[in-house]
């Protein structure tokens, strides 16, 4: 069978001067090459990629195929996502790597995924749809105010850090005496500690998060206030064991609300996904040959050789994240 009769018999589009059909929109062979030389005037993009690399046209392609796919997908649920929102949630995510400048993070993204600082962006924009019909679909519960609450209640402990010693004397009114010691001077620790040294003896205050106390010892130290102690017959140590609670930090909500919600929308991202996947599988979308056919969202090289592949199984995961 011809060519021709192939594609006529697939009911495909195929201009030579087109790289891609969305719909009834077109990616022209030329709005590509124009596409391409914008990312290579990124200096981050032309540091990584060689001028002409047919890979990185293809993926250039893709994106320009997802921002189509979203524009239609935006206008179908009456969704519009604007420069500010895009901008503020970028900014959120810059924030949240505090060990980067942002030009460092776009320099990483370009060389390990070849994404141009405007493919982030467009990337943000596609997050910032899903979470808006997951709105519209009533799957964005997780993210609200009461569902972060709850998950900070949940999650206290891991985000507690506390500074804590404890001593295992050889019985209790020795442990009294080594606590009203304590409390009278906290800096007696290291001396104290030193005097009973063992295997069940902290040598010196210690700062680590709330999960990390031993398990014996969590009960009387969730009831201990900061600069407090207690003390606590444990059969295993042979003695009894004498805590110290030096200090006790509670990051407030406010404080790890950003992170919290961070967490909570990659669940719903993935809750909204089905419905994605099932809008593009029902889009027409056809691929030039001479750039590769559309694979699970992404632009690969034709490996069957035909005119046309239509996009399947695709859904939110269509682009990298940043």
């Known amino acids: 069978m011809s060519l021709f009769a192939a594609a006529a018999l697939a009911g495909c589009r195929a201009e030579p001067a087109v790289a891609a059909y969305v719909e009834d929109r077109t990616i022209s062979t030329d709005q590509l090459s124009a596409a391409v030389q914008q990312r290579m005037a990124d ?38 996502v604007s420069d500010r929102a895009v901008e503020a949630k970028l900014d959120e995510f810059l924030s949240e790597d505090g060990s980067q400048s942002a030009q460092d993070v776009y320099a990483r993204i370009a060389s390990t995924q070849m994404l141009a600082e405007i493919d982030v962006r467009e990337e943000v924009r596609r997050i910032l749809i899903r979470e808006a ?11 609200q105010e009461p569902a972060l609450m709850q998950r900070y209640e949940e999650i206290k402990d891991q985000l507690t850090t506390i500074e804590l010693g404890f001593i295992t004397v050889p019985d209790q009114e020795t442990a009294d005496e080594t606590l ?3 409390l009278a001077d906290p800096n007696s620790y290291a001396g104290l500690a030193a005097t ?28 201990t206030p900061a600069g407090q102690g207690f003390t606590i017959a444990i059969p295993e140590t042979g003695g009894i064991v004498v805590g110290y609670v030096a200090s006790l930090e509670v990051p407030p909500f406010e ?26 599988s029902g889009l027409d979308i056809d691929i030039n040959p001479r750039y590769g056919t559309l694979n699970q969202g992404r632009v690969v090289p034709d490996a069957g050789g ?3 592949q239509i996009l399947e199984d695709s859904g939110a995961s269509t682009a990298g994240s940043p």
């Open 306 to 308: 035909g005119v046309v």
């Open 255 to 280: 404080e790890v609300r950003d992170e919290i919600r961070t967490e909570a929308a990659g669940g719903v991202d993935a809750a909204v996904a089905p419905i994605v996947t099932e809008f593009i």
């Open 43 to 80: 200096p981050n993009i032309a540091a990584v990629i060689e001028p002409g690399d047919p890979e990185f046209q293809r993926l250039v392609l893709d994106q320009l195929v997802q921002r189509e796919i979203y524009r239609i997908l935006s206008a179908d649920y009456d969704v519009e």
């Open 180 to 182: 009203a010691t304590l």
């Open 196 to 223: 009973y040294a063992g295997p069940n003896t902290q040598p010196t205050l210690r700062s680590a998060p709330l999960t990390d106390v031993p398990e014996p010892l969590v009960p009387s130290v969730q009831q």
């Open 133 to 143: 019909i997951a709105a519209e679909e009533s799957l964005d519960a997780a993210t």
